[in-house]
């Protein structure tokens, strides 16, 4: 246990050192920090549960307009601040562009848990592919929907309230990375606290056979919808802070990006080992850098490179890197491993 | 509890990564300017993204052999960094804190279009990063109150004015019924409250409004409409996938209607690649090559096409004039300042008052470009099938007539 204090010492004081050492990096730590958060999140429905869900997505876009939308309308008519032609000119103050972050947080967070409810009730029954389908759809529909609205920009965008001016030039950056580094630790023991319990071993019951879990007397939906709405409450708290830090929403490309970081948190998920508490972020941080790298140095073929990458992940990492680390050096992972009884096993095939 | 090493190892090698790429650079390096620049090369807007790349380019090699820029009785040479949105929001507003933070860039070219405009706005704003911008017409990037703004090309809500006014001058004053149909971005719905601003003052009706997805290729269902109510107008805008898209399937479907106006019709080179299918089309566009303004450079727009055609092989769209108009104007406004001072050239640059091959700059406080109005061209093709787009409003550029109503595809 000691060795874990250590272990979580480091990280912390890394996350904390990190933007005043590498202060050109903060956005892209900051970004990180949230891509991690969906990562581990959709971990929850894709590693433990079994179920593969694209609809993520949903809530973080839902998260990231709610976010906006109640930062913007505490203090001001919304419909004019998305009006495009509006020749009138809206300035937060900084309390009120705190509180109002602070405020659309909350809601950024808890509708898409509510959502992901109501949703979940409905869809949770189906499973496998049209599971993985269904969801797909959601994420496509809410990215047309939200288009249509005018009151947050429809098509024009929904452009955030700006920082205000306080501190420095580097506020801004700094202000972002600590809530969404706060974002990632919250998320982190909140899901390492519910993997301590019996609900990841009802999670794993529903992908090993979820029959067989029914039979056994557990229920099994309620579950299922538990462990969607806390994705999404994460999910939504991660785009109400991508929003703010971005500046832009635009309904496809930015909020209900499924294309893109709908794929992206599948992605990371895979690439570190679904199914353990830190593939995802070992997944996302490895992930992240190799997207950052192939976009400096690869321009104009970042996508073939990170296609490469991915091909490269499916044939020879196909459990992530956790799961290949653990095939390596099972003792690490706590697993004992009688020699004498391994050859023998290598000797009777 | 071995797995915790590796978990350690992987920070401090992450952390380690991270200290080693820490590489700054500084915006004037000896005698070179340092410019960057977010661009789509990929994705929905690629097309019109190396049409901006190209102007830039095109201007950066132009100056930097005429004498480059003096400031300081030391002669600068233009460079650009370029990196790739993606036609992504969100990865551009990523790309100009790099370029800014990380790249040490201090003075930024804008990207393509409006969407990609406004996220990139807030950062170079806060960080004070004067940025000229060629690419973003939205009418809301100028109510945000942005002072390091500076647009060299007319608001979007304008684009298609001019051709409902017409069109509302050739019904004999009388208000016309309108069809339009607009893609979901930030551009193409401003030119859409441009038209109902238009529709509004001439008592025009609009009968169809419909929204266009993204990347659209298909808008069957709205030309379906089109022919049932058969409207005296149609609109459409979709950068150019829509502009190509609209003239595909109007043609295949022989949609008949009197007035056919769009946006990006050059930039989509639909003269070329549709040939007589495209005729009558109206476009609206920022610049057209027979317009007289002139500068030193380029000379005006005749010689600015016949050098880009030779350097990029295909006539110039106005979204590669208006970029290289972008870097004049910086040019002008670092000799102005005569300094590398971002406020002394953000004030330089808001005092602008020139005129280049592309037209007159002068920017409102808003930063919008107020000198220079839109053009409206009409593809026409003559007997052999070549064709071309001829300036025919407003009338003191016109270089031929409108032809209205566009005859019926039966008659073709």
Redesign the interface.
């Given at each position: 246990m000691n060795k874990n204090v250590i272990l979580y010492a480091a990280i912390l004081i890394f996350g904390l050192a990190a933007p005043f050492v590498f202060p050109a990096f903060k956005v892209q730590l900051s970004i990180l920090c949230v891509l991690i958060v969906l990562a581990t999140t959709w971990n929850i429905q894709g590693g433990e549960m079994g179920y593969n869900t694209f609809g993520n997505i949903l809530f973080y876009g839902l998260g990231m307009y709610l976010c906006a939308s109640v930062q913007v309308g505490m203090f001001f008519p919304l419909a004019e601040w998305t009006e495009s032609g509006g020749e009138k000119t809206f300035v937060h103050t900084p309390t009120q562009f705190f509180q109002g972050m602070a405020a659309g947080l909350v809601v950024a967070a808890v509708v898409p848990t509510i959502v992901a409810g109501l949703i979940g009730y409905a869809i949770l029954g189906l499973r496998g592919h049209y599971f993985a389908i269904c969801t797909l759809g959601l994420g496509v529909a809410a990215g047309e929907i939200s288009g249509g609205i005018e009151i947050i920009g429809a098509g024009q965008g929904f452009t955030t309230p700006p920082f205000p001016n306080v501190g420095g030039l580097e506020a801004r950056g700094e202000f972002f990375y600590f809530l969404s580094f706060g974002a990632l630790v919250l998320t982190f023991i909140a899901v390492r606290a519910i993997y301590s319990t019996r609900f990841r071993l009802i999670l794993n019951a529903i992908r090993d056979n979820e029959d067989k879990a029914e039979a056994m007397g557990i229920e099994t939906m309620k579950y299922k919808i538990i462990g969607w709405m806390v994705s999404a409450f994460f999910c939504g708290l991660a785009g109400g802070i991508m929003g703010g830090l971005v500046g832009y929403i635009d309904s496809t490309d930015v909020a209900f990006d499924g294309r893109e970081m709908g794929v992206f948190m599948v992605l990371m998920a895979i690439l570190g080992g679904k199914g353990t508490l830190w593939g995802p972020v070992i997944g996302a941080t490895v992930f992240h850098i190799f997207k950052e790298g192939f976009w400096t140095f690869f321009l104009g073929w970042q996508y073939v490179a990170l296609g490469v990458l991915i091909v490269v992940i499916v044939i020879y990492f196909p459990e992530g890197i956790m799961g290949w680390l653990r095939e390596k050096y099972p003792e690490r992972f706590g697993e004992v491993v009688d020699e004498a009884d391994r050859k023998a096993q290598v000797e009777l095939k | 509890?071995?797995?915790?090493?590796?978990?350690?190892s992987?920070?401090s090698a992450?952390?380690i990564?991270?200290?080693t790429s820490?590489v700054?650079f500084a915006k004037v390096v000896g005698d070179k300017i340092v410019l960057g620049a977010a661009i789509s090369?990929?994705g929905k807007y690629s097309s019109n993204g190396v049409h901006t790349q190209n102007g830039y380019n095109m201007a950066v090699d132009r100056i930097n052999s005429m004498g480059g820029v003096k400031v300081g009785g030391k002669t600068y040479k233009f460079e650009i960094i370029?990196?790739?949105d993606e036609?992504?929001?969100?990865r551009a507003?990523?790309l100009a804190?790099?370029l800014i933070?990380?790249d040490g860039v201090e003075f930024m070219l804008g990207p393509y279009s409006s969407?990609l405009t406004?996220?990139i706005a807030?950062?170079t704003?806060?960080?004070g990063v004067p940025m000229v911008e060629a690419n973003g017409a939205?009418?809301?990037l100028f109510?945000?109150?942005y002072k390091y703004l500076f647009a060299v090309l007319a608001p979007a809500?304008l684009y298609l004015d001019v051709a409902i006014r017409t069109a509302v001058e050739l019904n004999g004053g009388k208000g016309v019924r309108i069809a339009q149909a607009?893609?979901?971005?930030?551009f193409?719905?401003?030119v859409r409250?441009g038209i109902l601003d238009a529709a509004k003052e001439t008592g025009s009706e609009i009968i169809i409004d419909d929204?266009l997805?993204?990347e659209l290729n298909d808008m069957a269902a709205t030309l379906v409409k089109v022919k049932q109510m058969k409207p005296d107008v149609l609109v459409v805008s979709g950068h150019t996938k829509g502009a190509l898209t609209a003239i595909r399937q109007i043609a295949e479907m022989k949609v008949d209607v009197p007035m056919l106006a769009m946006t990006h019709c050059d930039a989509a080179k639909l003269s070329k690649q549709h040939g007589k299918n495209s005729q009558y089309a109206l476009c609206a566009s920022q610049w057209h090559k027979t317009l007289t303004y002139k500068d030193n450079f380029f000379k005006d727009g005749m010689t600015y096409a016949a050098d880009f055609q030779k350097e990029f092989g295909y006539d110039p769209p106005y979204q590669s004039a208006e970029s290289s108009a972008a870097l004049l104007v910086f040019k002008d406004a670092f000799e102005r300042a005569n300094s590398f001072d971002q406020k002394k050239v953000r004030d330089a640059l808001a005092a602008t008052n020139m005129q280049t091959f592309y037209g007159n700059i002068k920017f409102a406080p808003g930063g919008q470009n107020v000198d220079k109005p839109m053009v409206l061209f009409q593809v026409m093709c003559d007997g052999a099938g070549k064709c071309e787009n001829k300036v025919v409003a407003p009338l003191k550029w016109a270089s031929a007539k409108l032809i209205h109503p566009i005859p019926k595809w039966s008659d073709r």
């Open positions: - | 509890m071995k797995i915790n090493k590796i978990i350690l992987f920070i992450v952390a990564l991270l200290s820490a700054s090369l990929t370029y990196y790739d036609s992504n929001p969100k507003a990523q804190e790099r933070s990380q969407g406004k996220a807030p950062v704003e806060k960080y939205s009418r809301s109510t945000k109150g809500n607009f893609e979901q971005d930030a193409s719905q401003d409250l929204k997805p993204k």
